[in-house]
């Protein structure tokens, strides 16, 4: 039974695929599986896979002759999973060579954790990502996980495959940390990984609209949780930050009325 089982979804994306893989294979720890399921793609996604699972066994292929969307796909490899610690990874995205080792050191020395990830880094279109430090109070108000971290998979939950437009990881993530009583979340103090930003990104092509209906239907499914931690709701993150605008143009305010009384006294 390998330690780690890495579950890569892919659809369409075969022109990035090679270089996700051989960024899986390239880690220092060896002992995972990588469980490839693709969704039903059209282009050579597939054949990239299978080449991979050719030249090495650690590589699995599940084949979807119809797209189902990447809850469904990411649920379909969880199943499939034998390893002790679940990794996530989008066919386009890449890890730093080290990242496994650290995590499953981390999570061997502390059965208690909840999550090990890493810094991270855009590449592509741009590079700088404001990915805020790891809190509850950060993650209900903005997901500051992204999808591909470390986790024992003893708790594993289902993707909702209902959030179609995106954002079922943050999904995710709030249900597994709603599952623990005090979830503990580690960040390793380097870049482990490396999103691509894509001008036809499914997160990109979210509109004002339909994130509204996503934050809605989170705060509706997590409810409790949301109340465990903002039982007074101007004690939201985002409420703070609002009202520290609010004090910094008041301070402005101030200053400007100071200034005009001084020219209408002084000249």
Known sequence: MPQVSVIVTS????????????SVSCQTFTDWECLVVDNG?????????????????????????????????????????????????????????????????????????TLVYGQAQRFGMQS?????????????????LYVSCFFPKRL???????????????????????AEDNPKVLQLPYVCFHYRTRPRSRNRGVTDEALTDIRRRLWEKHRSLYARYFCDPLQTVEYRRLQSSFRKASRWSLVWKLRLLYRKLFG
């Not at 659809?11 to 051989?22: C, D, I, K, P, S």
């Not at 404001?130 to 993650?139: A, G, H, R, V």
């Not at 594993?156 to 709603?178: H, I, K, Q, R, S």
């Open 156 to 178: 594993a939950v289902p993707f909702d495959t209902a959030f179609v437009n995106g954002y079922e990881d943050w999904d995710f993530w709030l249900t597994l940390l709603e």
């Open 41 to 113: 793609s059209s282009d050579n996604s597939l054949a990239v896979a299978r080449e991979f699972a050719a030249g090495d066994r650690r590589f699995r292929v599940e084949e979807w002759t119809e797209e189902r969307g990447v809850a469904s796909a990411r649920n379909r490899g969880l199943a499939l999973a034998c390893g002790r610690y679940i990794l996530f990874l989008d066919a386009d995205d890449l890890l730093s060579e080290r990242y496994m080792e650290d995590a499953v050191a981390a999570l061997e020395a502390n059965p208690e954790l």
């Open 11 to 22: 659809y369409n994306l075969g022109a990035y695929l090679g270089e996700t893989l051989r």
């Open 128 to 144: 700088s990502w404001d990915l805020p430090p790891f809190s509850m109070e950060t993650m209900l108000a903005r997901n500051c």
